[in-house]
């Protein structure tokens, strides 16, 4: 069995997913920690493997996103000791299938290109991609199916943290579902205004990024707190929450033959 490793790296977690032809084998995540060296990334990779009972020796390519320029070389190691190959990184000069229309076309993201080639090539364009994760991204694709830019919002949980560590009395919460919108203790409170916040201000920015765009546009959203969000929303919104991952299998085959 022939199987391509892809490595999303963000500034929270490291999503690993594994690839036979064009379907996900398994799903595992880690923690994306910037001390971490080469060989304890190498042995959390070992370990992921081992987990969903997969042979090293399947995996006959590497690649990755990231956001997260520490990590980089500390993953190049590790994918050199433990699979004895170079892992391709998303990035200029690389092959994705997809025009970026931005002021300076490098300074995009890994993922937001993966994602949007990932969208392009399944579901198609034009499109409106919502990456909810450490920051929420939404990113537009024209009809051509070029990538004419992003809007780049504080996280989710970002704004949660930001409660308890700047105010006095707000505390370190879970981040469950409250039963209503007008929440009645301290905890709910937050938790209605961190979440249908959120869901409130991406239908907005949905109604505003479709007038300017001038037409209506399929939204999908991706990332670890899509699955939380989104279905507070108002909007029609297909949740795919391997985006990203899916993007970089793609853009690997689109890569394999140079």
Do not use: W
Request: overall charge neutral; glycine content about 8%; hydrophobic content about 45%.
């Amino acid at each position: 069995m022939s199987m391509v490793l892809t490595f999303d790296i963000g500034n929270t977690n490291i999503t690993l997913c594994g690839f036979v032809s064009d379907k996900i084998a398994f799903v595992s995540r880690i923690s994306a920690d910037t001390s971490v060296t080469s060989d304890e990334f190498a042995f959390r990779i070992i370990n992921s493997l081992s987990l969903h009972g997969v042979d090293r020796n399947d995996i006959s390519g590497v690649i990755a996103a990231s956001v997260v320029p520490p990590l980089n070389a500390s993953l190049k190691r590790a994918v050199r000791f433990v699979f004895g190959q170079d892992v391709l990184f998303v990035g200029p000069g690389i092959k994705s299938g997809i025009v970026i229309q931005c002021d300076i076309p490098s300074s995009v993201g890994a993922d937001l290109i993966a994602a949007a080639v990932a969208t392009h090539n399944i579901y198609g364009s034009p499109s409106l991609i919502i990456d909810i994760g450490t920051a929420t991204k939404m990113t537009v694709m024209n009809r051509k199916g070029a990538f004419i830019g992003t809007s780049i919002i504080p996280g989710v949980m970002m704004g949660l943290n930001a409660l308890a560590e700047k105010t006095a009395q707000l505390p370190k919460i879970s981040l469950d579902m409250p039963e209503s919108v007008i929440a009645k203790n301290t905890a709910d409170c937050m938790r209605s205004g961190v979440l249908f916040g959120n869901a409130s201000l991406i239908d907005g920015m949905i109604d505003r990024i479709t007038e300017e765009f001038g037409e209506e546009l399929k939204v999908y959203a991706t990332g670890g707190m899509a699955s939380t969000v989104i279905p507070l929303c108002k909007h029609d919104i297909r949740v795919d929450e391997h985006l990203v991952s899916k993007g970089l299998n793609i853009i690997y085959h689109k890569n394999r033959a140079g």
